[in-house]
């Protein structure tokens, strides 16, 4: 309890003592009305300060709240900083190390579907996710030997309906050394190629859709199914 209302109410029985002791010769001083509005006025005085205590009393458990929760959100946030440092500190470190110059590899893949390409199409697999030695060109579809040697090449065709069909040729300059055909049997159908091939500097690689042979569909192309164009170098000097 504050030390305000207590004060109030001490003042307040003090002034009800002397009036009271006034209320004898309350004629020869003031009248009983007076004497009655005094007394009055104490009392709404004492249910103001009564009310303001209570208000107190509020707030100061609200602010005891409020520092409790800041003390509490305090603790939480530093133990979130000191078990993410730990996960940090756990977590191995996964450190790539650089390919030497005799490294040539790639990887890419179409990010969008080919809708109903025509023959002789070249297949763009416009994102490259590895392209070790800068032979790959996301944007014409084609790998160009840096340095002779001896690569792999593998490339994956999917199409995603039924009935649909197409052969893809795989070419070394101008001249068709691979081949293979996907054939919608299923919703959805796939066809790996694989080719090994003897290359000088410069000769150049890629897929098509066969010159001659008509394709009828869409190549399909999303996070659920890549077509894809990949290929390494076994023996490069």
Request: a negative charge; proline letters at 3%; hydrophobic letters at 35%.
């Amino acid at each position: 309890m504050s030390s305000t209302y207590i004060s109030t109410v001490f003042l307040f029985c003090v002034a009800l003592n002397s009036f009271s002791a006034a209320e004898n010769n309350a004629h020869e001083e003031i009248s009983r009305e007076e004497f009655e509005q005094m007394k009055n006025g104490m009392k709404m005085l004492l249910e103001k300060v009564q009310i303001q205590e209570t208000r107190i009393m509020d707030l100061e458990m609200e602010i005891e709240v409020l520092k409790n929760g800041d003390k509490e959100k305090n603790r939480r946030t530093v133990t979130e900083s000191r078990r993410q440092e730990r996960e940090v500190k756990q977590k191995k470190v996964r450190i790539v190390p650089a390919p030497s110059e005799s490294v040539i590899a790639f990887y890419a893949y179409m990010s969008t579907t080919e809708s109903n390409p025509s023959t002789h199409h070249t297949i763009i697999y416009d994102h490259a996710v590895t392209n070790i030695g800068n032979g790959y060109n996301r944007h014409s579809g084609t790998f160009t030997a840096p340095i002779d040697g001896v690569y792999v090449f593998s490339w994956t065709i999917f199409m995603s309906a039924h009935g649909q069909y197409m052969s893809i040729e795989f070419m070394l300059n101008s001249q068709p050394v691979g081949a293979s055909i996907v054939q919608g049997t299923n919703d959805y159908s796939s066809v790996t190629g694989t080719a090994i091939l003897s290359m000088q500097k410069n000769d150049i690689v890629f897929t098509r859709t066969h010159a001659t042979y008509v394709p009828h569909g869409s190549i399909r192309g999303d996070n659920l199914m890549r077509t894809a164009f990949t290929g390494w170098c076994l023996s490069c000097h």
